[in-house]
């Protein structure tokens, strides 16, 4: 441990500044003291770059039955009913609450506007700002931190690993990124509420810092993981080089794109009487079928049927995006390829947050409530995020009552204001040096590309696995956030691998070419993965 190494006491430790953590800690702060961590900025999150919107059934049209209907016909027979019902009932009443807290998602005139997506029977979709929904939401979520004296936030912390005491998770170790020292948080329960894993595919849709390492540590520190084999991919992603996969939304398809292979052939009715709105999963299968066959590596998302003014005003970031990288959409086709999107599972955990560790919480992305199933129905993940993270909070303080652990000195980096952050790039330059443990990561990142990605086969998962189990990851001196990531990455590529090779079906986001079919007498159930044991499957 360096010189600068501090204690810090808190009631309740955060990790992660998403909607899922950020509504959690506001929850906790009326029971007691709370520090929330962020690796980055403060509305540097999976959630800020949420560019899907918030469904909820409020409308009049719509019925809470019918989203609860809808998550489990996407889910493909593994949901948690009462997780599923859980979110769609709760959801209304939280989505109130953030717009009293400030939020302001789109309206035509005075009413709410909803838009429809697909594998949605009505139209439930909230957005705002065009397609900056969780950017609002966390404006509005830090807004409201910002009032609360005893929830302190600190950026540019980075998680390395739980305490655990006895059997309880105690507290967490974190690294200053500003200038390397390293501390440790005491608490009374800890929630680790760090997003997703996108980051551990060659090609994603999440930002730099989705690595998993919510997941990881509590996986290290001996908490049970499910449904680590479902990871959704976005069919449509830009695939343009030296872009960011930017996700071009269903909406597009919705407004009447279509899909076109290399040699201009719409290829859709092939694999899908729905074509172009298929499910999520169908449309993804088909276009890497596709790119396979016709050995290239997109297809063609095409709306030159559409004029450029009706796409700058339904889609003005789209837009804008797709042009500052050299495509008009109203007279382009946009080349598209599939990229990892969203981990549907995670830590396994309760529907208050709970997890097989006493003192350890999850929610969002990061926990495995089986809400989502065996595949994510559109724009439910900041719906989960909010709702499980109010929950996770009130079961934390009820779990475990405030104590004498009120700061004495709190590592409050104020909030930084909405609006005053550094940019994404700032820390992707950052974590893109080109160290040994960067070649590593590539290594890894294009093995599961390959090997674990849209279609697998357990010829492929068992190279995969062989491939990771011998990997040797670069000696670091000095601990470092980057080889941490790196560590984390392998460990949930491995989880993804071997949890894949145990499902010996296709169900949801996962698909066997050697096995295509769904069984649900064998694996109708969730798979569980712990450190030192194999994967087992359970209800």
Known sequence: MTHSHKTYHADYAVVGSGVAGLRAAIELSGAGSVLVLAKSNLNDSATAWARGGIAVALSDEDEIG????????????????????????????????????????NREGTKLAFTQEAAHSRSRILHA?????????????????????????????FTTELIVERGRVAGVHFIDETDGSQHEVRAGAVLLATGGLGQVYRENTNPELATGDGMAIAYE?????????????????????????????????????????????????????????????IITRAIAMEMHRTQSPHVYLDLTKKSEEFLKKRFPRIYET??????DL???????CPAAHYAVGGVKSDVWGRTSLAGLYVAGETAATGVHGANRLASNSLLEGLVFGARTGQAMSKDAPAGKRHPGAMPGSPVPLPGDSATHKESAKASAN?????????????????????????????????????????KCEKPARTAYELR??????????????????????????????????????HSVVQKGKQVRFEN
């Not at 797709?322 to 495509?327: D, T």
């Not at 071997?498 to 499902?503: P, T």
């Open 66 to 105: 019918l989203h609860a209907q809808d998550t489990i016909n996407a889910g493909d027979g593994l949901c948690r009913a009462d997780a599923v019902a859980l979110m769609v009932e709760e959801g209304p009443k939280y989505i109130t609450e953030l717009m009293e807290w400030g939020t302001e998602f």
């Open 330 to 336: 109203a007279s382009d086709l946009a080349p598209v």
């Open 434 to 474: 080109s160290s040994p443990s960067s070649a590593a990561l590539a290594k890894i990142r294009d093995l599961m590309w390959r090997e674990a990605g849209v279609l697998r086969s357990g010829k492929e998962l068992a190279d995969a696995i062989k491939q990771l189990e011998t990997l040797e990851l670069p």
């Open 322 to 327: 797709c042009a500052s990288f050299g495509v």
């Open 129 to 157: 700002n065009g397609n900056s929904t969780g950017r609002e939401i966390t404006r509005a979520l830090l807004a409201r931190a910002h009032t609360i004296p005893h929830l302190h936030l600190r950026a540019h912390a």
């Open 221 to 281: 520190a001996g908490a049970a993981l499910s449904d680590m084999e479902f990871v959704q991919f976005y069919p449509t992603a830009l695939a343009v080089k030296g872009a960011p996969r930017f996700l071009l939304s269903e909406a597009l398809r919705n407004e009447g794109g279509i899909l076109r292979n290399i040699s201009l052939e719409r290829f859709m009715k092939r694999y899908s009487e729905g074509q172009e709105l298929a499910p999520r999963d």
């Open 488 to 525: 984390n990455l392998h460990t949930l590529a491995l989880l993804i691998a071997w949890s894949g090779l145990a499902r010996e079906e296709s169900r949801g986001s996962h698909y066997r070419a050697d096995f295509p079919y769904r069984n649900d007498e064998d694996f109708g159930k």
